[in-house]
């Protein structure tokens, strides 16, 4: 906890690190062709093991400690002729939920934007599951940890000027990755070139994402899952879940002090008679 | 007559041998730690994943018995301070069962929190050396070992005069054993008349109950912390996990004790009863607050702005028969009625029914808790079957059989059985 501001540990954005060295990805669901080079990018690069059929274009496949990336076909469901491949991963939250959350602190937010599990310190509990608003982190039946997309931050720019594995595989320019202001901008631009009813998701759901992904509509029509418009497991509103319990607790407390001031006297008249007897 | 471990052994066995109740009991409890041994040991040998039902739902059947041990845990400590912080007299008769059942249970709640974690070995050392102050997990864990290690003094203290007089009994070796545990080498120093201080067991009983009813407030904090899981979410289970843990402690003591006179053929002194009875009264009220609740968190639940699905999950959906039958059935509607007539008529077979009644109530809404709280927002279209798997069935009946036979041997040695209370007291 020693030297994290204040404002960071009741929930509020760090201003000390938007500046222009946090990195960002962009997903353009527009250009996407469902290849999954991307999948087995990532799979090579992490060496995770390849299922059975799972890089066969428009498989449905799931997220799990063995695919950190999917790439599914999803149908609009005001408009059945047209589907889209959605590459989906871990959002990587600008205030993220899991961080918040795990109990041993193997989850940290990198200060240039990767969301990044600590693998040798998870105690494997999936509680970051469970926060989490996308669902992502996966529990990995063998290695017994959680895990998940870390955006390649043993191979970003910073280190050896190499893109995410993902970015650096996908043929048609349908992933990007930059600076963060920079990619905000580009996003902007393709989606204002676009019009319509394209969407750019990650720019306020849980707070704000280092992943940003342009969506040909609304993604509660896409059926995925969405988070809320605002930060996760805010900091102020864990303390006033925690304070009703606490609350909760004194008026038992209370209640049992009344029960035992009632009874009190009926124990002492009993004991009493006992003894006259 | 000394007592060596030959002659205990050969006693023990002679006494499984003449009493068939006791072969058939051991039996049981044996045959169901063998099935849960042989599904840890095929989970170790193939994957943790046979463990659970769904790779969806990470939390199921060992979590909702983890709930259900160390609620119903806590719900005894927070019982047990009406004598130990309360000044209740009546309520210290039961003191020492009370304290070792919670203590029992919270252990045994913890190990299904250790075989359901990928690595349980590295909990303790980074919870000790990185813990995470904005984590409930990690609170939970913090205040569950602090109120382990009172609850364990407090037992220490409140056995120490029966291990002596075991001691005086027991063989060369055992004595030792005794003697070391017990302190015999501080008797009659300071410390010793310190320890014999009625106000040190009142301070403990103090410490107790805060850490007791903390955690426990705590766990109701690591759901309810859970923003993105709708049924989770909110100031709701902190409070009702408080209430149902006093309802289910409360179950447990009476179910547990009233069976345990009933297998040893012993006569309950009429104070006990009275205050059995009393407590069932108890109970009947906690099971109604209980209720009031439940009604509570369906109507908000219902009119939320995040949609009523989650709700309507428990009401129509797959859990209804869990939810109407267990919950609102075996749970409170019919225990308040038997209990309230048994109480009337003094029938502790109405008490014992009813007690039972609320446990399996309760198991089996711990479970709908905590599965249909993951249904959203990631499984919208539902899953074939919410049954748990043969193979958690197995560890979580290993479980209960482990509890039962410390239980039973916790009532040979350590003189569980309630007494008058001291005129002094």
């Given at each position: 906890m020693a030297g994290v501001p204040i404002y960071t540990m009741l929930g509020?954005?760090?201003?000390?690190?938007?500046?222009?060295?946090k990195y960002g990805k962009l997903v353009d669901t527009g250009r996407c062709i469902g290849c999954k080079r991307c999948m087995s990018a990532c799979k090579r690069w992490n060496n995770l093991r390849v299922e059975r059929d799972e890089l066969i274009s428009d498989k449905e496949t799931d997220l799990s400690g063995n695919n950190f990336v999917v790439v599914n076909l999803r149908i609009d469901s005001s408009n059945r002729t047209s589907g889209t491949y959605i590459h989906w991963a871990c959002q990587h939250c600008i205030q993220p939920a899991c961080v918040g959350v795990c109990p041993v602190t193997a989850i940290t937010k990198l200060p240039d934007g990767p969301v990044v599990i600590n693998e040798k310190k998870?105690?494997?509990?999936?509680y970051c599951f469970q926060a989490c608003p996308f669902k992502v982190p996966r529990f990995d039946f063998g290695k017994r940890v959680t895990r998940k997309c870390h955006m390649c931050y043993n191979r970003t720019p910073l280190l050896n000027y190499m893109k995410p594995a993902c970015v650096a595989a996908c043929p048609v320019g349908a992933l990007a990755f930059d600076y963060k202001y920079e990619i905000i901008k580009e996003a902007k631009r393709r989606v204002e070139q676009r019009g319509g009813t394209s969407y750019l998701m990650g720019l306020a759901e849980a707070g704000g994402t280092d992943m940003l992904t342009i969506l040909p509509t609304d993604p509660h029509k896409l059926g995925m899952v969405v988070s809320p418009q605002k930060v996760i497991n805010h900091n102020l509103d864990k303390i006033r879940v925690t304070a009703a319990g606490i609350a909760g607790a004194s008026v038992i407390a209370g209640g049992m002090y009344v029960y035992a001031e009632m009874t009190k006297e009926k124990e002492q008249d009993t004991d009493s008679d006992e003894t006259e007897f | 007559m000394k007592l060596n471990f030959k002659q205990t052994l050969q006693s023990t066995l002679d006494a499984v041998e003449r009493s068939p109740r006791l072969f058939i009991w051991l039996s049981i409890l044996a045959s169901l730690l063998l099935l849960a041994g042989y599904a840890l040991l095929a989970s170790l040998i193939t994957?943790?994943?046979?463990?659970?039902?769904?790779?969806?739902?990470?939390?199921?059947t060992l979590i909702a018995t983890y709930i259900f041990l160390v609620a119903s845990g806590s719900g005894l400590c927070i019982v047990n301070a009406l004598g130990s912080v309360f000044g209740l007299h009546r309520y210290e008769m039961m003191t020492k069962r009370m304290a070792f059942l919670s203590l029992t249970t919270i252990i045994f709640g913890m190990l299904c929190i250790v075989l359901h974690l990928g690595h349980p070995e590295r909990m303790p050392i980074y919870n000790a050396l990185?813990?995470?102050?904005?984590?409930a997990i990690s609170w939970m864990g913090a205040l569950y070992t602090v109120y382990l290690v009172v609850v364990v003094v407090e037992l220490w203290i409140l056995t120490r005069a029966d291990l002596t007089n075991l001691a005086k009994r027991s063989s060369e070796s055992a004595k030792t054993i005794l003697n070391l545990l017990t302190l015999?080498?501080?008797?009659?120093s300071r410390l010793d008349a310190m320890l014999e201080d009625p106000k040190i067991l009142r301070l403990i009983g103090i410490l107790a109950f805060v850490s007791g009813a903390s955690a426990l407030s705590m766990l109701g904090s690591v759901f309810a912390h859970?923003?993105?899981r709708v049924l989770w979410y909110g100031p709701y289970y902190p409070i009702y996990f408080l209430v149902s843990a006093v309802f289910s402690g409360l179950a447990f003591l009476l179910a547990v004790t009233i069976i345990t006179y009933r297998v040893k053929k012993e006569v309950i002194l009429p104070k006990v009863k009275s205050l059995l009875f009393e407590m069932a009264q108890l109970l009947a009220l906690v099971l109604t607050a209980g209720f009031v609740l439940t009604v509570y968190r369906l109507i908000s639940g219902l009119f939320s702005p995040a949609g009523g699905g989650p709700v309507l999950l428990l009401l129509i959906g797959p859990f209804s028969m869990a939810f109407w039958v267990f919950e609102v059935g075996l749970m409170s509607f019919l225990p308040v009625l038997i209990l309230i007539w048994s109480a009337k008529k003094e029938h502790l077979g109405g008490v014992l029914v009813s007690s039972l009644m609320v446990l399996i109530g309760t198991y089996v809404m711990r479970y709908e808790f905590v599965v249909a709280g993951q249904i959203y927002p990631n499984i919208k279209q539902g899953l074939p079957s919410y049954w748990p798997a043969i193979m958690e069935i197995y560890v979580v009946g290993g479980i209960f059989g482990a509890f039962l036979l410390v239980y039973t041997l916790g009532e040979k040695f350590l003189a569980l059985k309630e007494k008058e209370p001291h005129p002094s007291s």
């Open positions: 509020s954005a760090d201003l000390s690190i938007a500046g222009s060295q998870c105690i494997g509990c999936r | 994957s943790m994943e046979i463990l659970e039902f769904s790779i969806k739902i990470p939390w199921a990185s813990p995470n102050f904005r984590s015999e080498k501080l008797r009659g859970s923003e993105s």
